[in-house]
């Protein structure tokens, strides 16, 4: 047995017993910074060491500092579990080792990005033709969505923001809802735009229509986004994007969704309503890294039109083999990446149309259930209406809040964490994970039970 071959065999059994281990460990990790770096071995050695060896002490060293976010039982932030085949195929995507970015470089790698991204804009309901990118996460996708909505509004006014940057040119307004999650700020921090006008939002941090109207009718004829949002983090709400987005055309301004979790909804018969007009946005960014569970990182920028996101991202080089048609590096920031696509397409080949329907349904189901338990549980409320994954609860007032959710830690039987909305501490609980079952959202009720009678 050669080295890798003993390495890969090292990785595998360690994998395995990782897995194995999910249904009944702790989901809070049991090691500290510092024990791990001990047990690794702070100082670098002077010489080589057995690739199998390496292997085995990085797992045997991190183990008790892993956090079980692949848990049925980890709800702690909106973080998917791992799709079989889509583990599987991810496996494949560090062994075949492609640099994903052209055709001529990586046949197989295209043709699979082009057969996923058919896949999505049919499973979401989004305009055939338009162009979707294999990014690192939502934030990112987000910023690939928006640098084409900023090139095309600002091409609208006349000005070439590729050859002319932003200094000089027309100032681009940005409209946004308050409720707005924080990687739409961040994006637009990058795109050199500052901070969005923010647009009132109803109590479940819907975007007001009536508000934005208003606020467009303020801003004359400068270039314009407006970023709309397909599940707020805290309620799950969507924005109204019929009425939106039609006041949003009347004022010429490039529509965009921030739908990380939430734009999967359109996949299920029962859920797609909650996206109901959303297909008539401009561009649409979405993580499969959460609700379709397959591995970190990839996140999903689509664009209706294929020829703004070429305009913001895509590049020539002389040493590049580019193809006529366009190649996967068009459509992201990054030259160099992973192969995503594989593991996307993997996930869909493996549930097919009705596993996603299917897996968006359960996930909803289990939110459903801890609001009707949480309902019935002492001294405990659930704050919002519980339209898709999220639940927002409260335990009294902020201090018990509090108290709630560090017993709960302790206990370990899951993670559940806390936020701040509107005003008052809530334990926030997103259902994203593929394998979370019945039982393990009876479990994590009854944790919650037993923390609120220690608080």
């Known amino acids: ?73 980890f709800y702690g932030f909106v973080v998917g579990g791992t799709e079989p085949a889509a583990l599987a ?8 080792d492609q ?24 499973l979401l309901g989004l305009p055939d033709g338009s162009a979707v990118g294999f990014t690192t996460g939502a934030t990112m996708a987000n910023f690939t969505c928006l640098a084409a909505g900023r090139d095309a509004v600002l091409r609208r006014a006349g000005w ?12 681009v307004r940005v409209l946004a809802g308050e409720d707005r999650h924080m990687a739409v700020d961040l994006a637009l921090r990058y795109l050199g735009l500052g901070q969005p006008e923010l647009v009132a939002a109803d109590g479940q941090g819907r975007i007001e229509p009536a508000a934005l109207r208003d606020a467009l009718a ?6 314009t986004l407006v970023v709309l949002q397909a599940g707020d983090i805290h309620s799950g709400a969507f924005d109204p ?3 939106t987005i039609g006041a949003a055309r009347e004022a010429d301004a490039w529509v965009h969704v921030d739908g990380a979790f939430g734009l999967w909804a359109a996949c299920s018969p029962s859920y797609a309503h ?45 040493y590049l ?13 990054e030259l160099s990446r992973r192969g995503r696509a594989f593991t996307v397409w993997a996930a869909l080949r493996s549930l097919g149309r009705s596993g996603v329907a299917e897996l968006v349904e359960r996930l909803c189901r289990h939110a459903a259930a801890f609001a009707a338990g949480i309902a019935r549980t002492e001294g405990a409320s659930v704050l919002n209406d519980v339209v898709f994954t999220q639940v927002c609860a409260e335990f009294g007032d902020d201090a018990r809040t509090e108290r709630v959710l560090a017993r709960l830690l302790d206990d370990g039987t899951t993670w559940i964490s806390g936020s701040t909305w509107r005003g008052r501490r809530v334990m926030r609980i997103s259902v994203s994970n593929w394998s979370t079952t019945d039982e393990d959202v009876a479990r994590a009720l009854d944790a919650i039970r037993r923390a609120c009678a220690d608080a």
């Open 1 to 73: 047995m050669d080295a890798r071959e003993a390495a890969l065999r090292q990785a595998h059994g360690h994998a395995l017993r990782w897995l194995a281990s999910l249904e009944d460990r702790r989901v809070p990790a049991r090691a500290s910074v510092e024990e791990i770096v001990r047990a690794l071995g702070p100082e670098l050695p002077g010489g080589p060491s057995p690739p199998a060896d390496v292997v085995d002490l990085l797992a045997t060293a991190c183990e008790p500092g892993l956090t079980a976010f692949p848990s049925g039982r």
């Open 89 to 96: 195929a991810d496996w494949l995507v560090s062994a075949w």
């Open 99 to 122: 640099n994903s970015v052209m055709r001529a470089a990586s046949p197989a790698y295209a043709a699979v990005e082009e057969v996923a991204a058919a896949w999505l804009l049919d």
């Open 160 to 171: 070439n923001v590729a050859r002319d940057g932003l200094t000089g040119g027309p100032a």
């Open 218 to 223: 303020s801003g004359g004829q400068r270039p």
């Open 241 to 243: 994007f019929t009425e």
């Open 274 to 318: 909650l996206t109901a007009g959303c297909a008539d946005a401009d561009s649409w960014a979405t993580d499969a890294h959460k609700t379709l569970n397959v591995p970190y990182d990839c996140g999903l920028a689509v664009v209706r039109d294929p020829s703004a996101v070429r305009a913001a991202m895509g590049l020539r080089g002389d």
């Open 321 to 333: 083999i580019q193809h006529e048609q366009g190649d996967p590096i068009d459509k992201v920031p």
